[in-house]
């Protein structure tokens, strides 16, 4: 199913620039009220009493709810959604997020009071007035100091913060292959910690209908059927019908909008309370503080290469600094997210890992683009850059000479993953054309003689996209106007699916994608499943979806045999229509539902494996030494993301996926003090990266298509990132390896790149 849709626009994008978009907080309900929450000051201490005596009695003031109040009225904690086995059995400590803090807060920024007033001004001047009484204990909010030996405990049940040591491979046939390498490099990477930043922070709206018994929950989500069983099953003890949570627009969520928020079960509770729809929109600064954050982690890697330059064996070491909260998938963020993407587009013939996620006094950590496989491919290629410096071999050449080659798909690598399809080498080569690797010594020439540095860098990368459980429910609903509409669970977040459901869905049934109209969002309307996340939805919704189709047209065939008194093998499908072969007599999908046929169709697809986008980027920088800045000059990105639904869509999230990549380079690093401070919780202080720090980014296609679903599609919404962080990272210290610097840790700042060019000056004087 190649591209048709050439130069096509986003369906979506005119009503959403034009200021037509129906966010969570444009909607009003009848006789709303305010809520503000009173958050931790500390990023760990006891709770003593809470006075909000006064508070209660200020103007306009309907309800202050505590986290013991909603622990008497019933209410649970959220838990997670995966826990994993470690080492030897021992199960994994995932402590779950309570909705508000009852006798201890671990990271600045928990909730810890919610006010329910008339207006946001009484209510935050309401919950100004409350006084808590705290005792601060010691904090470790970064993940190497909650590591140590002596650090301040967050849970007695996990002893030296280690919620779960985890490993994955044979650590003996590695140690072995290591061994006989007669060349070993290593090397110890920061994986500093990020905030989302999505465009539209979190908001709700809840509302309870006391005559049907029914919580309502308004929210941008990634997908409201996990939000739903985390509240009903964990939270309120309710059966699922019990709770309806919708989702209009939703202005991007980068995996920080999967969790189910301990906000939302509060505001549940108090609109019951209360007797009125209560909503709450978080500033930016408690979007920094509270949010789910992303990577945080020290990676470690040794590559072993024989004599020929053939990799042998690779050992990682990774911890993950989870928060002190286990989030609804966390566990897979940290272990078989990294585990999957190791062997990434090379030939190893032994991996190991060990990961150990550690408990920290900051916020709980979630997936962010990417989940853990930026952070393998990132590792496996310094290691690489590492060894080619060491044995001198080209690093073209010894990629080149690791890849797997096409012709041992499918490949079973030793993370266990089958690769089903895969031409790495040739998209290597569309890389290196694409960004004119040949022509760099010259332009290189030329920068140094303007007194600049430049380097240049690529990244080689394969990603496991899909997210087990690998199932998907297409619901299929055909009317009497020809029209159908697709009830799915999978969630539009920015990522053009209103215009790629249709299409798709348009090819399926040969018919104007114009007569689709998809419905998500409401949790009462569309199939289960989980939520829109590891680059799953065209991939597992196709399938659905084309299983559907499959099934329809066998149910069309008998009823417009009866309509048109033919024999059921003597009817085909075309176009909308059933008709008698070699006729032209006809009944349109309209007319057989008009006529009483019922067309409608349930089917879910189980994929027998995930699906494998690859790629190779290619990151030019300058930087200017006396100042350190770092200016990307030229991008070149080829990615194999198997057929291509519509190009538009997936060079713009090439494009969405290569900028949030290097803002983890260049800048993006949340702070916290020695105390637990978050340090940068604005905007002011946290730096995403401007419109000025991205390049022109080029962009090629290679089509291997996936086989292990019926469109032949690969996930492509993650894969920018998983090429933009080591390319951008490679090219920086190509640049710098001349004046003597050979590592550097993110972000790379003008700070640190000129520190590092002084302190190798002085090392050379």
């Keep these: 199913m190649a591209s048709e849709s050439g130069s096509r626009r986003r369906d979506e994008d005119p009503r959403l620039l034009t200021g037509a978009g129906r ?12 809520a503000v929450f009173l958050r931790s000051p500390h990023a760990h201490a006891t709770i003593g009493r809470i006075d909000a005596e006064a508070a209660a009695g200020m103007p306009g003031v309907l309800g202050i709810f505590t986290g013991s109040g909603l622990s008497e009225a019933g209410l649970g904690d959220i838990p997670p959604l995966v826990l994993l086995p470690g080492r030897d059995g021992k199960p994994m400590f995932g402590p779950a997020i309570p909705v508000l803090a009852v006798d201890r807060v671990r990271y600045v920024g928990e909730p810890v009071v919610l006010v329910v007033a008339e207006t946001v001004a009484q209510a935050s001047d309401a919950a100004e007035a409350v006084a808590i009484d705290y005792e601060e204990l010691l904090a470790a909010s970064d993940v190497r100091r909650a590591s140590e030996p002596a650090a301040p405990q967050l849970w007695p049940q996990a002893p030296g913060n280690v919620s779960l040591d985890w490993e994955h491979g044979e650590a003996d046939a590695v140690e072995a292959a290591l061994a006989r390498a007669t060349c070993r490099v290593s090397v110890r990477l920061e994986d500093t910690r990020v905030a989302p930043t999505a465009l539209e922070p979190r908001a709700a709206i809840a509302s309870w209908d006391a005559e049907l018994g029914r919580y309502m929950l308004i929210a941008p989500t990634q997908g409201v059927s996990v939000v739903r069983k985390l509240l009903a099953e964990s939270v309120f003890k309710v059966p699922l019908e019990t709770i309806r949570v919708l989702t209009h627009d939703v202005g991007g969520g980068f995996g920080m909008k999967v969790q189910a928020y301990a906000e939302y079960a509060a505001l549940l509770h ?9 909503r709450w929109c978080a500033t930016r600064l408690e979007s920094f503080l509270a949010d789910t954050h992303g990577r945080d982690g020290i990676l470690e890697g040794e590559l072993g290469l024989d004599e ?4 042998v064996g ?8 989870i928060g002190a909260y286990a989030s609804t998938y966390v566990a897979i963020v940290a272990t078989n997210n990294t585990k999957n993407c190791l062997s990434s587009v090379y030939a190893i013939p032994a991996i190991h890992i060990g990961v150990k996620t550690i408990l920290t006094n900051a916020a709980p950590l979630g997936p962010y683009r990417g989940a853990g496989r930026p952070e393998a491919i990132y590792l496996v290629e310094r290691l690489i850059e590492l060894a080619a410096r060491k044995t001198g071999i080209d690093p073209v050449s010894l990629r080149r000479r690791n890849l797997i080659p096409a012709t041992a798909m499918p490949y079973k690598a030793p993370s266990g993953q089958v690769y089903d399809s895969g031409e790495f080498e040739a998209v290597l080569d569309k890389a290196l054309a694409l960004a004119d690797w040949q022509g760099f010594p010259e332009r290189k020439r030329r920068a140094r003689a303007a007194g600049r540095l430049r380097g240049i860098g690529l990244g080689c990368f394969l990603e496991v996209a899909g997210g087990a459980p690998l199932t998907e429910t297409a619901d299929l609903r055909f009317g009497r106007d020809g029209g159908v509409e697709l009830r799915t669970g999978a969630q539009a977040m920015g990522q053009g699916q209103m215009t790629t459901i249709p299409l798709m869905l348009g090819r399926l049934l040969q018919i104007d994608p114009a007569r689709v109209r998809v419905i998500q969002g409401d949790s009462h309307e569309v199939p289960g499943g989980i939520a829109t996340v590891a680059s799953r939805s065209t991939m597992m919704l196709g399938g659905a979806a084309s299983q559907a189709v499959d099934e329809m047209i066998k149910k069309g065939k008998i009823l417009a045999a009866e309509i048109l008194e033919a024999a059921e093998h003597d009817i085909e499908y075309r176009k909308g229509r059933f008709r008698i072969a070699g006729t032209d007599r006809s009944v349109e999908l309209g007319e057989i539902v008009r006529r009483g046929g019922v067309l409608d169709t349930v089917s879910t697809f189980a994929a027998p494996e995930m699906s494998f986008p690859n790629g190779c980027h290619v990151c030019e920088v300058e930087i200017d030494p006396e100042t350190g800045v770092v200016t990307i000059v030229d991008y070149a990105a080829v990615d194999d993301v198997g057929n291509i639904v519509h190009e538009v869509i997936v060079e713009g999230q090439v494009h969405g996926g290569v900028a949030q990549g290097l803002g983890q380079v260049l800048g993006e690093q949340l702070v916290y003090s020695e105390n637990g401070q978050l340090l940068t919780a604005s905007l002011m202080d946290y730096r995403v990266p401007r419109a000025n720090d991205l390049p022109r980014i080029r962009t090629a296609h290679h089509v291997a298509p996936c086989t292990t679903n019926p469109l032949g599609v690969k996930g492509a919404g993650e894969s920018g990132v998983a090429g933009s962080i080591p390319s951008a990272v ?10 003597g610097v050979t590592h550097l840790d993110l972000p790379m700042t003008p700070q640190r790149v000129w520190a590092a060019l002084q302190s190798a000056r002085r090392q050379r004087a």
């Design 308 to 311: 020929h330059g053939r990799f």
């Design 314 to 321: 690779l050992r990682v070491r990774t911890l993950v600094g």
């Design 730 to 739: 490679n090219a920086i210290l190509d640049a710098l390896a001349d004046e």
């Design 23 to 34: 966010f969570t907080d444009d909607v009003r309900l009848p006789g709303q009220v305010h």
């Design 270 to 278: 108090a609109a019951r309370r209360v007797g009125r729809p209560v």
